[in-house]
C-alpha cells in the first residue's frame, strides 16, 4: 500500500468516525431507563412509586422507557405475578417501550459474564457457610462481611462451591442525583460478595448489572433500598469494562411503624379501580404537588401533566417518607 492510498484511507476513517458520532449524538436516545420489578407478587404503592419515578424521569428527558422483569430468584417468584404487575402498569398508562424483557430468559449472558469474571481472576469459588462467615465476626453495612477465606483456594470442598469477586481497598464514589456524593470501601464494608450462588443462582448484582449493559440502560431510577447496592454494581462493570449509567434513588415508601411497604410487611396492591386518584397519590408522594383539578381527568392527562412538570430536586435529599 503507498503513502498516499495509507493517507486518503485515514481520510475516510476520519469522516467515518465523525459520522459515527454524528449518528450517536441525533439518532440514538439520550436517555435509556427501567423499571424492574420482581415478580413476587401484585404491584404495591411502595413499587408504583418507583415505576412512575423512572417513567416521569425518562419521559420528561424525551427518553425511552423499558420494564424488566427480575425473574431469577425462582424460589421467590409467584406464577402469575408478572403477568399481573404488567396488567397493573398498564392500568396507570406506563407502557414499555420495548419488548419486556425477562431475566429468567437471559441465564446464558450471565454465565458469559462470570466467565469473563472467571478468566480475568476476579471470581473465585467459595464453599463457605453462613455460620463460618458469622464466625469471623466481622460486621458490615448489610451484616457478616466475607473474611476472604476462599480467596486463594477453597478452604475445604464441599458440593458445589457460591463464586464470590474480589473486592478491595478502594472506595467506590458515585453521585447520586438526589442523594449526593456516596463512597463505600467493599472490602470493609461489604467483604467479596457472591455473584453465583452455590445453588445455581445468579446473584441480583450481577444480572442487575449485565441486563442494563445489555438494555443500553443509560439513568437508573429506582428506591433508596438500593443505595447500598450501587457500589456494588459500579464494581462488577468496572470489572466487566461495562459503562455505569447516572443513578437516582428516589425515597422508598414506609408505614407508620417505618417499615419499607413491601409483600413481608404486608402492604397492599395498589387500587387499579381507581387508579387516577391512586396516581395523583404517588404524585404527592414525589412531591410534585399536582393542582387537584388532575382528579377530574383521565390517567393520560394526569401523567401528561406529571411529565411535563416532573421535578426531581423536589425530593432532594429524602431517603424515606411516610405515605
Ligand atoms: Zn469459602
Redesign the pocket.
Known amino acids: 500500500m503507498n503513502e498516499k492510498l495509507v493517507h486518503s484511507n485515514s481520510v475516510v476513517l476520519r469522516i467515518f468516525q465523525s459520522h459515527i458520532s454524528f449518528y450517536h449524538l441525533h439518532m440514538s436516545p439520550i436517555y435509556r431507563g427501567r423499571f424492574a420489578p420482581s415478580p413476587t407478587g401484585p404491584l404495591h404503592f411502595g413499587s408504583l412509586v418507583a415505576a412512575v419515578g423512572s417513567y416521569l424521569d425518562a419521559k420528561h428527558h424525551h427518553g425511552v422507557w423499558l420494564v424488566r422483569m427480575e425473574d431469577l430468584d425462582t424460589p421467590r417468584c409467584v406464577a402469575g405475578a408478572a403477568d399481573d404487575i404488567l396488567r397493573t402498569l398498564d392500568v396507570f398508562g406506563l407502557k414499555s417501550d420495548e419488548p419486556v424483557m425477562f431475566q429468567s430468559q437471559h441465564t446464558a449472558a450471565y454465565e458469559a459474564a462470570l466467565q469473563q469474571l472467571k478468566e480475568s481472576g476476579a471470581a473465585y469459588p467459595?464453599?463457605?457457610t453462613r455460620k463460618?462467615i458469622a464466625d469471623s465476626g466481622l460486621h458490615g453495612i448489610e451484616g457478616f462481611v466475607y473474611p476472604g477465606?476462599?480467596r486463594s483456594g477453597?478452604?475445604h470442598q464441599r458440593s458445589t462451591p457460591a463464586w464470590r469477586v474480589t473486592t478491595d481497598q478502594h472506595a467506590i464514589e458515585f453521585d447520586d442525583a438526589l442523594q449526593g456524593l456516596l463512597s463505600q470501601k467493599l472490602e470493609t464494608e461489604i467483604g467479596d460478595f457472591v455473584v453465583k450462588r452455590a445453588d445455581g443462582l445468579f446473584a441480583y448484582q450481577l444480572a442487575v448489572v449485565v441486563d442494563d449493559a445489555t438494555q443500553g440502560i443509560t439513568h437508573v431510577v429506582r428506591g433508596a433500598d438500593l443505595l447500598n447496592s450501587t457500589p456494588r454494581q459500579i464494581h462488577l462493570q468496572r470489572l466487566l469494562g461495562l459503562n455505569t449509567p447516572a443513578y437516582m434513588h428516589l425515597p422508598v415508601a414506609v408505614n407508620e411503624a417505618g417499615e419499607k411497604l413491601s409483600k413481608q410487611t404486608l402492604a397492599a396492591p395498589v387500587d387499579v379501580l381507581q387508579p387516577v386518584a391512586t396516581l395523583v397519590r404517588v404524585l404527592d408522594f414525589l412531591k410534585q404537588e399536582p393542582p387537584k383539578s388532575l382528579a377530574d381527568g383521565d390517567v393520560g392527562t394526569v401523567l401528561e401533566w406529571a411529565v411535563a412538570h416532573w421535578d426531581a430536586q423536589k425530593l432532594l435529599g429524602v431517603k424515606t417518607l411516610h405515605t
Open positions: 467459595c464453599c463457605c463460618e477465606t476462599c477453597m478452604a
